[in-house]
Nanobody, 122 residues
Framework: QVQLVESGGGLVQAGGSLRLSCAAS????????MGWFRQAPGKEREFVAA????????YYADSVKGRFTISRDNAKNTVYLQMNSLKPEDTAVYYC???????????????WGQGTQVTVSP
């Protein structure tokens, strides 16, 4: 199994940037497709971005397209989410996830991190 730990969350003003990192415990990290999801208080967890094991296939939610960039460094067992032009609507706990299927849906992922809080002030 894969254990994931997110970091890089914090408080930022609207229009600012933040870079999230997700470190995996397994050297087999490169075999997994990775995704980023977020969950705001009182709302369901929603898809943000996903990247295939090779990095060749990438998907973004329409709400973040053009602002967020997902990437991975398999040598470091780490996946990143660069968030630019942040909006208050981006405020949520952000989770990284790993799965054997590249998916934009929560059921497509088998392993989840504990999450990191991102707060965007107006």
């Amino acid at each position: 199994q894969v254990q994931l730990v997110e970091s890089g969350g914090g408080l930022v003003q609207a229009g600012g940037s933040l870079r999230l990192s997700c470190a995996a415990s397994e050297r087999t990290f490169s075999r997994y497709n990775m995704g980023w999801f977020r969950q705001a208080p009182g709302k369901e967890r929603e898809f943000v971005a996903a990247i295939s094991w090779s990095g060749g296939n990438i998907y973004y939610a329409d709400s973040v397209k053009g602002r967020f960039t997902i990437s991975r460094d398999n040598a470091k067992n780490t996946v990143y989410l660069q968030m630019n032009s942040l909006k208050p609507e981006d405020t949520a706990v952000y989770y990284c996830a790993a799965g054997t299927v590249l998916s934009t849906m929560t059921p497509g992922y088998d392993y989840w991190g504990q999450g990191t809080q991102v707060t965007v002030s107006p």
